[in-house]
C-alpha cells in the first residue's frame, strides 16, 4: 500500500470518528432537557414545578393552615446580559403561613424594540425547600408573548407546606427571565 492510499484510510477515519462525535453531541444535546428534570427531581436541585393537581391542593387546604408559623419568602429576578428587558417583582418579601394560598406579581417590560417571546425560569433557595414550596398557576411554565414595548403584571399562585423543616423560615424565589428570539438567533 502507497503513501497517498494510506492518507486517504486515515482521513475516511478521523472523519468517520468526527462524525460520530457530532451525532453523539448532537443527541447529548437533545438528552439535556429530560435528564435535568430527572435530575432534578432525585435531588430537589433547581425548578421542581409539577403542576399539583386540584386534588392534592385540595388535601393541602384539608389540612388547614398553621397560624402559628410565618415563614418570609423574598423575590427576586435576573436578566441575562444578552437583551433588553425591565423585570422585578411587585414587592420584596411577603410573610406567608404554611398552608395558605398566596399570589405575587412580578412586572415584565419588552424594551426590545421589537415583538418578542420570553421566558421565566424559577428557581427555589434554600434547594432543599424545594420539595415544600408549590406553584399552583405560574407565568413560568410556559413562554410569554409580548408586544413591542409592552408592559405586563405576572402573577404567580403558591403555597408552603404545613411539612416545611422547621428550621427553615426564609426562601427565596427567584426567577431568571429569557429573551427566547436573542436564544434562537444566536444558534
Known amino acids: 500500500m502507497n503513501a497517498g ?8 477515519s478521523l472523519t468517520a470518528k468526527l462524525l460520530l462525535c457530532v451525532a453523539g ?6 438528552a439535556l432537557v429530560p435528564l435535568y428534570r ?3 427531581e432525585i435531588t430537589g436541585i433547581g425548578d421542581q414545578q409539577t403542576l399539583r393537581s386540584a386534588v392534592q391542593v385540595r388535601e393541602v ?16 429576578t435576573s436578566l441575562p446580559t444578552v437583551g433588553n428587558w425591565q423585570f422585578r417583582p411587585a414587592q420584596e418579601t411577603m410573610a406567608v403561613h ?31 425547600a424545594a420539595s415544600w414550596f408549590h406553584k ?17 403584571v405576572l402573577p404567580v399562585r403558591f403555597f408552603v407546606d404545613r411539612a416545611l423543616p422547621g428550621n427553615l423560615d426564609r426562601l ?16
Request: hydrophobic fraction near 35%; include cysteine; charged fraction near 20%.
Open 5 to 12: 492510499e494510506e492518507l486517504r484510510r486515515a482521513n475516511r
Open 25 to 30: 453531541s448532537a443527541l447529548f444535546g437533545f
Open 38 to 40: 430527572v435530575l432534578c
Open 61 to 76: 387546604a384539608q389540612q388547614g393552615t398553621d397560624m402559628t408559623r410565618t415563614v418570609t419568602v423574598e423575590f427576586m
Open 98 to 128: 404554611p398552608g395558605k394560598l398566596y399570589e405575587a406579581h412580578f412586572i415584565a417590560r419588552n424594551l426590545t424594540g421589537h415583538d418578542t417571546v420570553a421566558q421565566a425560569i424559577p428557581n427555589i433557595a434554600p434547594s432543599q
Open 136 to 152: 399552583t398557576e405560574c407565568f413560568c411554565f410556559s413562554p410569554q408573548s409580548f408586544k413591542k414595548g409592552e408592559e405586563r
Open 172 to 187: 427565596t424565589l427567584s426567577y431568571t427571565f429569557y429573551d427566547l428570539s436573542t436564544h434562537v438567533a444566536a444558534r
